[in-house]
């Protein structure tokens, strides 16, 4: 009996060293398609990157920011959007500075488009609010214009669901419900606030996958949402409407991550053939993984 106990804790603490300082570092870029019969045949394949939860702060250093800003753009995604949370700790201005000189480094053919989370808020909120808008990528409470010849999307900004007016409505108020819309929402509980505005898909993070997937059974036991079905990936709210949520990139309460990699997702949007049957938006997922130490 002694030594299954010793074999187990041994195993334990060998998974306690890969959760902390070896999968936290495991950076994947996965590829996930999701089709839309609404979607202009001009926009068919446009890849959005998206970066989300960055905490840069204590373990997750500024070396390793400055890494996964290269990685984002070396991708050369058609768009990049970034959902907040770019910071860990609170009450502290530092942070908040250092990674919007990285985050402004960002680069994507068709535009780069923010977004705060509540650490944003916590950090220093006029402070957090002033850089966003100074970045002149910000889409918190408005929204911007992408074009292909006559053709549209729009990409715009919901504020924090726990720390600022969520906005949508104002954010969408002059823009018809014809155009095929994005909305990014740091948390997805920014999804079931009943809204009039019409939405086609919604980017979040904030739920970091959960930080520890169990294996086998797909399960996150702790999901700081609402919306406990909001973990990770595609999703749909009671509307219909799809959801997107990244894991993001680093950590909450403690720091490590198990068989939940940190990712730089990418969403490719496709149009969905006319011959198909009349579902608005399927996900499918078109996997492309590359890891990095």
């Known amino acids: 009996m002694k030594i299954f106990f010793k074999r187990v804790a041994i195993i334990c603490f060998i998974v306690l060293l890969y959760s902390t300082f070896i999968e936290r570092y495991l950076?994947?870029?996965?590829e996930n398609e999701i089709e839309y019969e609404n979607l202009p045949p001009e926009f068919d394949g446009i890849k959005i990157l998206v970066i989300s939860?960055?905490?840069y702060g204590f373990l997750m250093p500024e070396l390793w920011i400055k890494?996964?800003?290269?990685?984002?753009?070396?991708?050369?995604p058609d768009i990049i959007v970034g959902v907040g949370d770019y910071v860990k700790k609170r009450n502290f201005s530092e942070e908040l500075k250092v990674v919007w000189t990285y985050l402004n480094q960002l680069h994507a053919r068709e535009g780069v488009y923010f977004v705060n989370g509540n650490h944003d808020h916590w950090a220093n909120e006029p402070l957090a609010l002033e850089l966003l808008?100074?970045?002149?990528n910000s889409v918190r409470h408005k929204y911007k214009i992408i074009s292909r010849g006559d053709k549209q999307i729009i990409v715009a900004g919901a504020g924090d669901f726990w720390e600022d007016e969520l906005g949508i409505d104002k954010a969408l108020m002059n823009v018809s419900s014809k155009t095929f819309t994005i909305v990014l929402a740091h948390n997805p509980d920014s999804a079931d606030i009943v809204q009039n505005s019409h939405v086609d898909l919604f980017i979040s993070g904030h739920t970091h996958g959960g930080q520890v997937i169990l294996p086998f059974f797909g399960i996150?036991?702790?999901i700081p949402v609402n919306n406990k079905n909001y973990n990770y990936g595609f999703k749909k709210n009671s509307q219909g409407t799809s959801i997107f949520i990244s894991k993001g990139i680093g950590w909450s309460i403690l720091p490590l991550r198990f068989n939940c990699?940190?990712?730089?997702?990418?969403i490719i949007l496709k149009r969905k053939k006319s011959f198909e049957q009349n579902s608005r938006a399927i996900p499918s997922f078109k996997i492309n993984v590359f890891a990095t130490l």
């Open 27 to 30: 950076l994947l870029t996965n």
């Open 53 to 55: 939860d960055l905490h």
């Open 67 to 76: 890494y996964i800003i290269h990685r984002a753009n070396s991708y050369n």
């Open 133 to 136: 808008e100074k970045s002149s």
């Open 220 to 222: 996150t036991p702790v």
């Open 261 to 266: 990699f940190p990712e730089l997702p990418v």
